[in-house]
């Protein structure tokens, strides 16, 4: 089988205009692009991200590095922790304003990174964040986490949601 050759083109940096980044928590969550968060199981990055929604629901901070003020509205959606067991509780305990964090529901269908249901969702609630825990089980069935260019679509196509709200 004979593979397409694609037209090579290139840009020179020179014809790019730079950008300033904005910055959730410097130096760590930039506001309009995909934050990862890694680490091995019970490292704690669901209590870390749960305790950042609950300082942003209230519009607090961890430190002078974080943007604070005006509270924000937050979606969450888990594929690993019950809602009622597991999540509310945390946030509660890490005095989250509740009435800030939303969750899409999924009895109907699963979500995934390419549903509609998130734009309608970031539109709706007004959110600044949106937290997929984890975010491999979001990336839908038609998608392999093995192929990095089906990956890097995807993961631009969430940032680009991000940058427009």
Request: aromatic fraction near 6%; proline fraction near 4%.
């Amino acid at each position: 089988m004979e593979e397409l050759k694609t037209e090579l083109k290139l840009i020179q940096m020179s014809s790019i205009e730079a950008e300033e980044v904005s910055w959730l928590w410097y130096p760590f969550i930039p506001f309009g692009k995909l934050t990862i968060i890694q680490g091995d199981p019970g490292d704690g990055k669901t209590t870390m991200v749960l305790n950042i929604a609950a300082k942003l629901s209230k519009g607090e901070t961890f430190d002078d590095h974080m943007i604070g003020g005006d509270p924000i509205n937050i979606i969450y959606q888990t594929a690993e922790d019950g809602l009622a067991d597991t999540v509310k509780p945390r946030l509660e305990s890490a005095g989250a304003d509740c009435t800030r964090i939303s969750v899409i529901d999924e009895s109907d269908k699963s979500l995934s990174m390419a549903d509609s249901r998130i734009e309608e969702a970031l539109i709706q609630t007004k959110a600044k964040l949106l937290i997929l825990d984890p975010i491999q089980a979001y990336l839908g069935g038609e998608m392999d986490m093995n192929r990095a260019n089906e990956a890097r679509d995807m993961t631009k196509r969430l940032g680009a949601l991000a940058e427009k709200y």
